[in-house]
């Protein structure tokens, strides 16, 4: 399909602003907050001057309409990503975007919902946004939602947007205490666990919050026979006597950072192995560590209460929390001494 479409009318679409807040210079900026562990800090997504791409046009953030009686709205049905950029040794660049553009199709693909752009064109509308909005460390959300439909069947369209804002270069995390969630993830065979589906981080918003009200960071979900399976929104590992273990992928989102950790234990001849295994046996771990694409390499310092063997300095994570800094900013970690 082209890129680059012609404007649509604005009577086309409704425009729904969550939540806007006042500037001086009169426009609008939406608000979330981005946990830090002990505190949050309001974070910025969009100004009256933030460009965005929406259906093969780059609008104004501010200006940008979508329709209230879509799906994705309802249903939750509808997909996205989440992309790195960083400010490199090379300049700008998109970490792993084949890969994570490919996914989206993938999505798509695997909920029925029709989608025709190729990787590269989104590649290449998603440097534009950068360029437009003047980021070079930033995170990026492409999101697929569909047409209006209150009917329980496949979109008859879909939009595409890609919107980008600042991020720190290497979130300044500590690592997190955790407990272990009594939310599971769902079942396999009731829906498509390989897709990132809008709808199934409800289920991580449960368990975030639950989380949250018991005094903890963070939280480790159950797959369906009480194994370990992931974070709310990140992928995990553990070390033990020198062998880091990580669930397979069965009962989770197969992370696009998860497959980068698993190259990295290989480059650096850390054992790595896939395996089912509860969460007792955590409480005997030396460490463990969550990994995503907003989060990057976040270390655990205890799960229930019960403190890591090893702090986390003296971990396997950290040696790989280092590397991955350094790949993702083509850096050279051929000194990372293990």
Same mark, same amino acid.
């Given at each position: ?18 939540? $806007? ?20 800090r ?8 933030t ?5 093969g ?5 501010? +200006? ?5 009686f879509g ?8 997909? @996205? ?10 300049? $700008?660049?998109? @970490?792993?975007a084949?890969?994570?553009?490919e ?13 025709e ?74 829906? $498509? ?39 709310p929104?990140?992928?995990?590992f ?20 998860r ?20 969460p007792?046996?955590?409480? +005997?771990?030396?460490?463990?560590? @969550?990994?995503? $694409?907003?989060? +990057?390499?976040?270390g655990v ?38």
């Amino acid at each position: 399909m082209s890129l680059f479409s012609e404007n649509r009318g604005s009577d086309d679409y409704v425009l729904n602003y969550i939540k $806007t807040a006042p500037r001086d210079w009169g426009g609008f900026v939406l608000y979330g907050l981005l946990q830090t562990n002990d505190c949050f800090r309001s974070m910025e997504y969009y100004n009256s001057e933030t460009i965005l791409f929406l259906d093969g046009n780059f609008v104004k953030a501010s +200006e940008a309409k979508t329709d209230l009686f879509g799906q994705t709205l309802h249903y939750g049905y509808g997909v @996205f990503e989440g992309i790195r950029a960083y400010e490199t040794v090379n300049g $700008t660049k998109l @970490f792993k975007a084949h890969e994570h553009f490919e996914r989206l199709k993938r999505s798509c693909k695997l909920m029925g919902i029709p989608f025709e752009y190729s990787t590269e064109e989104m590649v290449q509308a998603t440097y534009q946004v950068l360029e437009r909005n003047s980021l070079s460390n930033a995170y990026i959300r492409p999101l697929v939602f569909c047409s209006p439909n209150m009917s329980l069947t496949a979109p008859n369209g879909v939009s595409l947007m890609i919107a980008a804002w600042e991020c720190e270069q290497h979130p300044t995390l500590k690592p997190s205490r955790i407990c272990i969630s009594s939310f599971q993830r769902p079942n396999p065979k009731a829906v $498509t666990m390989e897709a990132k589906v809008c709808g199934l981080y409800v289920n991580s918003i449960l368990a975030t919050t639950e989380a949250k009200k018991r005094g903890f960071d963070d939280c480790l979900l159950l797959d369906l026979s009480g194994f370990v399976a992931e974070g709310p929104g990140a992928n995990f590992f553990y070390e033990k006597d020198g062998i880091i273990y990580t669930p397979p992928a069965e009962s989770i989102l197969p992370g696009i950072t998860r497959k980068t950790v698993i190259h990295i234990c290989r480059q650096l001849e850390l054992p790595v192995e896939e395996k089912y295994f509860r969460p007792e046996e955590l409480f +005997e771990a030396d460490s463990a560590f @969550f990994c995503s $694409t907003m989060l +990057e390499i976040v270390g655990v310092s205890s799960i229930e209460g019960q403190p890591m063997g090893l702090d986390w300095k003296d971990s396997m994570g950290a040696l790989i929390q280092e590397t991955y800094r350094n790949i993702v900013l083509e850096k050279s970690y051929s000194y990372v001494i293990v």
